[in-house]
């Protein structure tokens, strides 16, 4: 019901930056937030950021002070602008929206992201 596609990985060094695209179709009515996840190899998927249709942010601590989300609710979309980026960011990362309290079951095929040391 809910399609997503994110772009704008690659690979970086360690101190760079990124901008993550997420664009979101379908379903996409009465959702309450949207949000990025990352999943590093052998690591389970983690919620790094979010923001609700009110621009209310939330970090994961480990991204806090260096990540920025930020979204266009008539486009559907979400960005996730990665500064001072780290070799233990390296992972796929992942959008989705959340309808009340849950995330959505449609996941995308995700953006690699990899930074050097």
């Known amino acids: 019901q809910v399609q997503l596609v994110e772009s704008g990985g690659g690979l970086v060094q360690a101190g760079g930056s990124l901008r993550l695209s997420c664009a979101a179709s379908?379903?996409?009515?009465?959702?309450?937030?949207m949000g990025w996840f990352r999943q590093a190899p052998g690591k389970q998927r983690e919620l790094v950021a979010s923001i609700t249709i009110g621009a209310n942010t939330v970090y994961a601590d480990s991204v806090k002070g260096r990540f920025t989300i930020s979204r266009d609710n008539p486009k559907n979309s979400v960005y996730l602008q990665m500064n001072s980026l780290k070799p233990e960011d390296t992972a796929v990362y992942y959008c989705n929206l959340k309808y009340g309290l849950l995330w959505s079951d449609s996941w995308g095929q995700g953006t690699q992201v990899t930074v050097s040391s």
């Open positions: 379908g379903s996409v009515s009465s959702f309450r937030a």
